[in-house]
């Protein structure tokens, strides 16, 4: 059974703090991604990836940065969180192949207080 | 560039009844469409998927033909169940780039 593994399903953090969640696939998918989901806005992507240290803007890179040092795994990092950053995080994985679907992970509720 | 409207929800049904949540969709390229699911507090799951015209896709009795002619993908099931409560996403696929979402649509089925 394909999987893509969130570190944490919720996480609460303190303002200014450095904040870094985790994404580990296991079916060999070269792309990668990042989306954050708030109510009324629908899924809006942050970053992602084609390959190992590669990475792309998404549509709201601001405030955060990413990481890829191996193939499986991809790393979100907010360098100082702040209550706009609270929010429900989704990380997914897709072939390189062209059209192909993605694979969703469960999710990461971020609070930041 | 490519985008995906869906119906506003939430859409509130009874069970037993019929459900049509309507996708279209508009594309430079000749995209693969998929519908995807959220239950509450999980991520989203892959639901079905078309990659050419006429196709249709079906999973757990729900069904959406690939439509070119009205670039459209709409979900259809034929009789909704409480479990079917969830929010909805259509999406396309178009070159190796990103997958395109629709903002969800929320149903609510009631006993």
């Known amino acids: 059974d394909v999987k893509v593994t969130q570190s944490s399903r919720y996480l609460v953090k303190r303002t200014g703090e450095k904040v870094f969640l985790e994404c580990v696939q296991d079916m060999d998918h070269e792309n990668m991604f990042w989306y954050r989901q708030d109510p009324g806005l629908g899924l809006r992507l942050i970053y992602f990836?084609?390959?190992?240290?590669?990475?792309e803007k998404g549509d709201i890179p601001e405030g955060y940065s990413v990481s890829r040092e191996k193939k499986e795994r991809f790393s979100l990092i907010l360098e100082s969180a702040s209550t706009n950053q609270t929010s429900m995080y989704l990380c997914a994985s897709s072939k390189r192949t062209g059209r192909a679907e993605a694979f969703f992970g469960q999710g990461t509720r971020l609070t930041v207080v | 560039g490519d985008s995906v409207t869906q119906m506003e929800g939430p859409v509130t049904l009874s069970e037993e009844a019929f459900l049509t949540i309507n996708c279209t969709y508009t594309?430079?390229?000749?995209?693969?469409l998929f519908w995807y699911v959220q239950y509450p507090g999980e991520g989203l799951q892959l639901l079905l998927k078309a990659t050419k015209a006429d196709d249709k896709g079906s999973n757990k009795g729900f069904e959406a033909t690939y439509r070119k002619e009205t670039t459209s993908f709409h979900l259809e099931k034929g009789s909704v169940q409480v479990s079917d409560s969830a929010v909805y996403f259509c999406?396309?696929?178009?070159?190796?780039?990103?997958?395109?979402f629709g903002k969800g649509t929320r149903l609510s089925v009631i006993a």
């Open positions: 990836s084609y390959d190992v240290k590669m990475k």
């Open positions: 594309a430079t390229g000749y995209p693969s």
């Open positions: 999406a396309l696929g178009s070159g190796n780039t990103p997958l395109v």
